[in-house]
């Protein structure tokens, strides 16, 4: 199992010559997420080096250009590529009626399907599942619409002791499925052998929680708690709190609180205003609050394994 | 008088890590003008140093993805930098919907107001005039309804010869306008000074034929007869002649066969395919018939004074 996060683009507003919109790619237990996708987010794929046929699922956090105005061109893209298989996007009401009439009006017919999840709840839902993972909205509060995403991966099976099964001749491999799922084996003689003595614990499932644009919400630990890596916006620093609340955007220091508060393992800071020239500062004053936070930069690869 | 383009992307189909779509910016007789606005042109603009705030006009060739997937991005930010002033728009029929569904989905409410010139005429047309410079479609044969622009700095006044107009002290500041205009003068001894002794020629009026994405058309030669600079699309080499016509683009033999024909002085090829990596075999192949033929690249300025 493990989660592979690279950064695309983490800055907030507009493209720059050194700064580019927010998206992001999500390898986890070997499921491939597109998160967000401002202008340019395909010529980062390809900088990168993203597959384009590994993405399957979009999930657009919300409609402002610099979190989906790369959408349309790397749809259109997918399609000079001859791509067929279906893809889904997940995002809020509206983005189809958008999508479909820029690709209409680009004549970039398709032959592949798109499949639009419209999100309009104010309340988390799960909106994916496979069998190895599962994704969830985190409802979070801007000046439009907005959903986060919780990642999770599924609980794998126990793993089997092989070691152990030995001790026990009559227990053939074709036993071995209820095994993994946790169940007990009775013996001919009508002796139970725990699960516990046959089976090590499966690798802990990870998990990974994009919040992208918010204000500061103190809630959020209930939906993120735990989690191994929390992405939260951190537009501004503590100085600009007020401005922050403003526009619905949190402070590096308030990212860093809610990542203490939640008991998250790790903390990326990103969607940094194109204010600030030295975005080492975000790190500084997170880390005042919670230390293991580390800055979003373009390229910039998260990864761990269980 | 003078004519500077500078190329902001110029490569075909797809943006790819050193592959930019179409973006041009025309400075010309003081004028400004943006031509297409590929995905990422914003950013172009930004490295190229080309202000933002000089851009009125923009002229859409066309509506494939990789002429104006950037306009929309480009428009939201002029939102951000809180434009006031104005910004004219051409293009085909159907760029006003888009734009105007984009911008309002993604919340974009700009302070500025977008004006639309909706282009369908299948013929050259003037939709541009000021005191100094007068823009003319030139229609192009593509898979989808396609103008190419001619930019014209108008005629300017004749200049006053100083020396001369001395010979004749009764000649007042007061009358130069007229002399300017071209007018002889009547002293007031009967006498008629024939404005040819007064005045100099003025600089030659300056011209810029922009013409992408189009099959090899050699009828253009009677619109783009003598321009100072042809910027011709050249997809393919001459090896692929069949899957340009087949595709409504060119090869660099047939734009500069056309620079050849219409006596241009200068020719700039762009709009690469993919499959070339370098691009060098389009100047080269265009010089077998046409000298003064020069590679579009990313950043690279072209320079005309009259």
Known sequence: MSLRLT?????????RKNAFPTAQYLEINNCHFLIDCGEG????????????????????????????????????TFGILNREKEIHIYGPKGIKEVVEL????????????????????KKSELIFEDDKVEVYTIPLKHRVYT?????????????????????????????YQKIKEGNDYLLSNGEVVSNSKLTFDPPKP????????????PKLKELISGVDVLY???????????????????TAAQAAQLA?????????????????QNIELFKEEAQEYFENAHLAEPGKIFEISA
Do not use: W
């Open 7 to 15: 950064i695309l683009g983490c800055h907030s507003a507009t493209p």
């Open 206 to 217: 990870l998990s990974y929680a994009y919040c992208s644009d918010t204000s500061y919400l």
């Open 147 to 175: 959903n986060g995403f919780l990642f999770r991966e599924k609980t794998k099976l126990r793993k089997i002791n092989i070691t152990a099964t030995q001790h026990y001749p009559e227990i053939e491999k074709c036993d």
């Open 260 to 276: 203490k508060d939640s008991n998250v393992h790790q903390l990326v800071l990103g969607h940094y205003s194109s204010r600030y």
């Open 41 to 76: 987010t395909q010529r980062q794929m390809r900088k990168y080096k993203v597959g384009f046929s590994k993405i399957n699922y979009i999930f657009i956090s919300h409609l402002h250009g610099d979190h989906f105005f790369g959408l349309v061109g790397l749809l259109s």
């Open 102 to 121: 820029s690709l209409k009006i680009a004549q970039s017919y398709s032959k592949f399907p798109i499949i639009f999840h419209e999100l309009s709840s």
């Open 232 to 250: 939260h916006e951190s537009t501004f620093l503590k100085d600009k709190e007020e401005l922050a609340h403003k526009t619905g955007h949190s």
